[in-house]
T-cell receptor, first 113, second 109 residues
């Protein structure tokens, strides 16, 4: 049981490039989330999904896109990367709204130069 | 915006109980109190949650005041591995948790 798997662990992008951060969970969780964490700060919710085919914006969605075609995968797309998107990105999942708590991945450290 | 107020940092001696306070004076009747922690640069880890009753699990205890305007997370016998940032979160349910700045807990040997 791998839990929540994020790839890649590290990435350096040039300004204007695009990339997709991958997130997969094998716990059959319906709910999945993307957060970003800037240095010394708390986590900010980017997007979340309550099930396949359903996504919604969080606190800081600008500059990002998501899709949820399967229960297992919730990729985060960065279009036209900017230095302000330099951050650590965490993906998380939870079973449902019955308060089981979130399971987080180990994060992707992204630097935009 | 986060609905909670936590001290930015705290110290606790190894082996003692660590008591982390959290104020959530605007909490609604159907909102839960959640606690997570983040060790170094790892992903946050769920600790415990509660609605109005005190809760205990293998990691910690959660004490919620009767008026529900504040709570305390208790780590009964703190170890060096408990050094982390602890987040107190208030949320209606599990589907959109918003993190604040948390409390940086230092366990002193």
């Amino acid at each position: 049981n791998a839990g929540v798997t994020q790839t890649p662990k590290f990435r350096i992008l040039k300004i204007g490039q695009s990339m997709t951060l991958q997130c997969a969970q094998d716990m059959n969780h319906n709910y999945m989330y993307w957060y970003r964490q800037d240095p010394g700060m708390g986590l900010k919710l980017i997007y979340y999904s309550v099930g396949a085919g359903i996504t919604d914006k969080g606190e800081v969605p600008n500059g990002y896109n998501v899709s949820r075609s399967t229960t297992e995968d919730f990729p985060l797309r960065l279009e036209l990367a900017a230095p302000s998107q330099t951050s650590v990105y965490f993906c998380a999942s939870s079973k449902d709204v019955s308060n089981y708590g979130y399971t987080f991945g180990s994060g992707t450290r992204l630097t935009v130069v | 915006d986060a609905k909670t107020t936590q001290p930015p940092s705290m110290d606790c001696a190894e082996g003692r109980a660590a008591n982390l306070p959290c104020n959530h004076s605007t909490i609604s009747g159907n909102e839960y109190v959640y606690w997570y922690r983040q060790i170094h640069s790892q992903g946050p880890q769920y600790i415990i949650h509660g609605l109005k009753n005190n809760e205990t699990n293998e990691m910690a205890s959660l004490i919620i005041t009767e008026d529900r305007k504040s709570s305390t997370l208790i780590l009964p016998h703190a170890t060096l591995r408990d050094t982390a940032v602890y987040y107190c979160i208030v949320s209606f349910r599990d589907d959109k948790i918003i993190f604040g700045k948390g409390t940086r807990l230092h366990i002193l040997p």
